[in-house]
């Protein structure tokens, strides 16, 4: 699909209004599978400075972030005049990893539907960590048993620690925390996949957070963190199959809808290589998510996105959430200290 801006790129950059970024999309996001009409729609919108935007929507049930990814970066090859250099999609690493199986439980589309989506709308908040926020944090998480936190497990770790400071603050007998935090399995095996590995070759390990527990300072949270991503070794990992992934994603939807606790939904999209994607027209400004989930059908469950900045010395953060918690987060002057709501974007 092509579209046409009736202004420039910097512009919209300066005055960054969220709800916006959805008229670069070529469809509805995060949307249940009946309202995909395709599995990979692009949109490109060219503005009257001669800037572009590029918005892509791939089907999450057959690819992940990293195949997304390797899609953009075979692009480029074929932009080039590269064809020769291009690596095909690995389809047989999944598999390897999860054989296909007869039949899946009843439930487990329901299930799956119910973790990953909801009824209510949600708004797109959007917070900018620079690198001195970023220092700061990673000194507050560090201790004896992880010494050098990364910046993923010292966002999280905050990020835990404020939402469980709204939730005491909103009731004085708040719901336990569910953290889960995709991982990608790629480099976790022995050996590692390729990179082209097709699919949605990822796990969701989570853990569970008492608001109440005054233990839980951040060097506390960022070892359970550790502790959570610890458990995919290699070895383990063998021991996954497609009869066990059923049975954890079925613990996991339990988790999901246990009226005594709410889950919060971690990814990270850094360090995927997407501000060198360069189409001939040079390397991205900006890389965004999306924009408002305000339609019927474009919802999702508390979701928080880590992306870096294009001088790859600050992490964005993408919230799609209405939650009360969520709403008392972002008026937090601890968060604040912290964390730059919405703030324009440099084009230099």
Not at 320 to 334: G, N, Q, Y
Request: glycine share 4%.
């Amino acid at each position: 699909m092509e579209a046409q801006a009736n202004f420039h790129l910097s512009m919209f950059l300066e005055n960054l209004e969220i709800p916006f970024l959805n008229k670069f999309l070529p469809c509805k996001g995060n949307c249940l599978e009946q309202s995909c009409q395709s599995l990979l729609t692009v949109q490109t919108t060219t503005f009257e400075c001669g800037g572009r935007a590029i918005g892509v929507c791939m089907l999450h049930k057959v690819v992940d972030a990293s195949t997304m990814s390797a899609f953009l970066k075979t692009w480029v090859k074929l932009t080039q005049g590269e064809g020769d250099k291009i690596l095909d999609p690995d389809f047989t690493s999944e598999i390897s990893l999860f054989p296909p199986i007869d039949s899946l439980p009843t439930k487990f589309i329901r299930n799956l539907e119910n973790f990953y989506f909801q009824g209510s709308k949600s708004p797109m908040r959007r917070f900018l960590f620079d690198s001195k926020a970023i220092k700061a944090l990673k000194a507050n998480t560090s201790s004896q048993y992880v010494p050098f936190p990364s910046t993923i497990e010292a966002l999280t770790a905050f990020l835990c620690k404020r939402i469980a400071a709204a939730s005491k603050f909103l009731t004085d007998a708040p719901k336990t925390l569910a953290i889960t935090h995709v991982a990608n399995l790629r480099p976790r095996v022995d050996p590692p996949l390729p990179q082209n590995s097709f699919g949605n070759l990822l796990w969701i390990p989570f853990a569970f957070y008492d608001p109440l527990d005054a233990s839980m300072e951040l060097p506390n949270l960022a070892i359970m963190l550790r502790e959570v991503f610890a458990r995919l070794t290699a070895e383990n990992i063998k021991d996954i199959d497609s009869e066990s992934t059923i049975t954890f994603l079925n613990e996991l939807f339990s988790v999901s809808t246990n009226e005594k606790i709410k889950i919060f939904r971690f990814t990270s999209w850094c360090n995927m290589g997407i501000y060198d994607i360069n189409y001939g027209w040079g390397k991205p400004v900006w890389v965004a998510h999306m924009g408002d989930l305000d339609a019927a059908n474009i919802r999702s469950k508390h979701q928080f996105v880590f992306l870096e900045s294009a001088c790859k010395e600050g992490i964005k953060l993408w919230i799609a959430s209405d939650d009360e918690e969520i709403r008392v987060v972002e008026k937090d002057p601890e968060f604040l200290t912290y964390a730059k709501p919405n703030p324009s974007i440099c084009m230099n």
